[in-house]
Protein backbone atom coordinates (compact mmCIF):
# COMPACT_ATOMS: atom_id res chain seq x y z
CA UNK A 1 0.00 0.00 0.00
CA UNK A 2 0.92 3.54 -0.65
CA UNK A 3 1.74 5.60 2.35
CA UNK A 4 0.46 9.10 2.63
CA UNK A 5 1.02 12.16 5.31
CA UNK A 6 -1.27 15.12 5.52
CA UNK A 7 0.58 18.70 5.90
CA UNK A 8 -1.60 22.22 6.39
CA UNK A 9 -1.83 24.09 3.50
CA UNK A 10 0.48 26.01 1.79
CA UNK A 11 2.93 23.22 3.28
CA UNK A 12 1.18 20.44 1.20
CA UNK A 13 1.67 22.47 -2.07
CA UNK A 14 5.34 23.57 -1.22
CA UNK A 15 6.62 20.16 -0.73
CA UNK A 16 4.70 18.70 -3.31
CA UNK A 17 6.48 21.39 -5.51
CA UNK A 18 10.24 20.93 -4.31
CA UNK A 19 10.55 23.81 -2.64
CA UNK A 20 10.17 22.29 1.10
CA UNK A 21 12.42 19.36 1.68
CA UNK A 22 11.89 18.79 5.39
CA UNK A 23 8.79 18.45 7.53
CA UNK A 24 9.11 18.45 11.39
CA UNK A 25 7.37 15.91 13.18
CA UNK A 26 7.27 15.29 17.11
CA UNK A 27 7.73 11.44 16.26
CA UNK A 28 10.10 9.29 14.59
CA UNK A 29 8.89 8.02 11.01
CA UNK A 30 10.39 4.67 10.26
CA UNK A 31 9.11 4.45 6.87
CA UNK A 32 11.09 4.89 3.91
CA UNK A 33 9.40 5.01 0.10
CA UNK A 34 7.27 6.27 -2.13
CA UNK A 35 4.58 8.63 -0.66
CA UNK A 36 1.85 10.92 -0.90
CA UNK A 37 1.46 14.36 0.14
CA UNK A 38 -1.86 14.94 1.16
CA UNK A 39 -3.39 18.49 1.94
CA UNK A 40 -5.76 18.92 4.88
CA UNK A 41 -9.00 20.77 5.50
CA UNK A 42 -7.90 23.04 7.72
CA UNK A 43 -7.35 26.84 6.88
CA UNK A 44 -5.61 28.13 9.68
CA UNK A 45 -2.24 26.78 8.05
CA UNK A 46 -3.44 29.42 5.13
CA UNK A 47 -3.86 32.48 7.78
CA UNK A 48 -0.38 31.48 9.46
CA UNK A 49 1.11 31.98 6.04
CA UNK A 50 -0.35 35.01 5.03
CA UNK A 51 1.78 37.85 4.79
CA UNK A 52 4.80 35.46 4.58
CA UNK A 53 7.02 36.67 1.89
CA UNK A 54 9.29 34.01 1.40
CA UNK A 55 5.96 31.33 1.07
CA UNK A 56 3.94 33.85 -1.05
CA UNK A 57 7.09 34.30 -3.33
CA UNK A 58 7.85 30.66 -3.71
CA UNK A 59 3.84 30.10 -4.64
CA UNK A 60 4.03 32.73 -6.64
CA UNK A 61 6.84 31.36 -8.96
CA UNK A 62 4.67 28.02 -9.22
CA UNK A 63 1.51 30.40 -10.54
CA UNK A 64 -0.74 30.08 -7.25
CA UNK A 65 -1.74 31.89 -4.25
CA UNK A 66 -2.85 31.03 -0.72
CA UNK A 67 -6.40 31.74 -1.75
CA UNK A 68 -5.98 29.22 -4.74
CA UNK A 69 -4.48 26.46 -3.08
CA UNK A 70 -6.58 22.92 -2.91
CA UNK A 71 -7.96 21.50 0.59
CA UNK A 72 -8.86 17.75 1.65
CA UNK A 73 -6.75 15.88 -1.42
CA UNK A 74 -3.60 14.62 -2.77
CA UNK A 75 -1.18 16.84 -4.27
CA UNK A 76 1.60 15.48 -4.96
CA UNK A 77 4.08 12.23 -4.97
CA UNK A 78 7.54 11.50 -3.89
CA UNK A 79 9.70 9.57 -1.44
CA UNK A 80 10.10 9.84 2.21
CA UNK A 81 13.59 9.65 2.24
CA UNK A 82 14.88 9.95 5.83
CA UNK A 83 13.69 10.69 9.01
CA UNK A 84 16.75 12.29 11.70
CA UNK A 85 16.66 14.23 14.93
CA UNK A 86 16.58 18.10 14.28
CA UNK A 87 20.09 18.07 16.61
CA UNK A 88 21.86 16.09 14.01
CA UNK A 89 20.91 17.34 10.21
CA UNK A 90 24.15 18.09 8.32
CA UNK A 91 25.18 21.42 8.69
CA UNK A 92 24.43 22.25 4.63
CA UNK A 93 20.63 21.82 5.52
CA UNK A 94 19.26 25.24 4.02
CA UNK A 95 17.65 27.64 6.53
CA UNK A 96 14.73 27.66 4.76
CA UNK A 97 13.78 24.22 4.49
CA UNK A 98 13.12 24.62 8.52
CA UNK A 99 12.13 27.45 8.35
CA UNK A 100 9.29 27.06 5.88
CA UNK A 101 8.15 23.46 7.70
CA UNK A 102 4.71 23.64 8.83
CA UNK A 103 5.49 22.87 12.68
CA UNK A 104 8.45 22.47 15.00
CA UNK A 105 9.43 19.51 16.20
CA UNK A 106 11.59 16.57 17.06
CA UNK A 107 12.37 15.00 14.06
CA UNK A 108 13.29 16.01 10.30
CA UNK A 109 11.50 13.75 7.36
CA UNK A 110 13.21 14.31 4.17
CA UNK A 111 11.48 14.01 1.32
CA UNK A 112 12.63 13.62 -2.36
CA UNK A 113 11.83 13.35 -6.04
CA UNK A 114 8.47 15.35 -5.53
CA UNK A 115 5.97 16.04 -8.01
CA UNK A 116 2.99 18.44 -7.62
CA UNK A 117 -0.24 16.58 -9.28
CA UNK A 118 -2.03 18.61 -12.16
CA UNK A 119 -5.40 17.89 -10.28
CA UNK A 120 -5.42 16.73 -6.88
CA UNK A 121 -7.28 13.89 -5.90
CA UNK A 122 -10.05 13.85 -3.12
CA UNK A 123 -9.13 12.18 -0.07
CA UNK A 124 -10.01 11.94 3.73
CA UNK A 125 -6.44 12.84 5.79
CA UNK A 126 -5.51 11.36 9.13
CA UNK A 127 -2.97 11.41 11.34
CA UNK A 128 0.89 10.40 10.96
CA UNK A 129 0.93 8.45 7.87
CA UNK A 130 -1.77 6.14 6.71
CA UNK A 131 -2.66 4.32 3.78
CA UNK A 132 -3.90 5.97 0.28
CA UNK A 133 -7.37 4.36 -0.97
CA UNK A 134 -6.42 1.55 -3.79
CA UNK A 135 -8.36 3.39 -6.33
CA UNK A 136 -6.04 6.55 -5.81
CA UNK A 137 -3.03 4.33 -5.42
CA UNK A 138 -3.54 2.66 -9.17
CA UNK A 139 -3.88 6.54 -10.45
CA UNK A 140 -0.87 7.54 -8.37
CA UNK A 141 1.55 5.14 -9.08
CA UNK A 142 2.19 6.36 -12.64
CA UNK A 143 3.33 9.40 -11.25
CA UNK A 144 6.24 7.92 -8.50
CA UNK A 145 9.74 8.49 -10.16
CA UNK A 146 10.64 4.04 -10.06
CA UNK A 147 13.94 5.81 -8.83
CA UNK A 148 12.59 5.68 -5.28
CA UNK A 149 12.14 1.83 -5.28
CA UNK A 150 10.45 -0.40 -2.99
CA UNK A 151 9.17 0.73 -0.08
CA UNK A 152 11.35 -0.18 3.35
CA UNK A 153 11.26 -0.06 7.29
CA UNK A 154 14.32 0.63 8.91
CA UNK A 155 14.36 -0.21 13.05
CA UNK A 156 12.81 2.82 15.43
CA UNK A 157 15.88 4.65 16.94
CA UNK A 158 18.52 3.44 13.52
CA UNK A 159 18.32 6.85 12.47
CA UNK A 160 21.33 8.93 11.40
CA UNK A 161 22.60 12.38 9.80
CA UNK A 162 20.71 13.08 6.86
CA UNK A 163 23.22 12.60 3.63
CA UNK A 164 22.83 15.47 1.38
Avoid: N
Avoid at 94 to 100: E, P
Avoid at 119 to 146: F, K, N, Q
Amino acid sequence: MLKAITLLQPWATLLATGDVTFDLRDYEVVYRGPIAVHAGTRLHGIDAAAGDARIEAALAARGATLDSLPLGGIVGVGALADCVPVRELAEGVKDGDLLLSSRRGQYALRFTHMRRLDRPIPAAGRGMLWSVPDAAERHLRASIDPAIGAPRYVRAGDIGAVAL
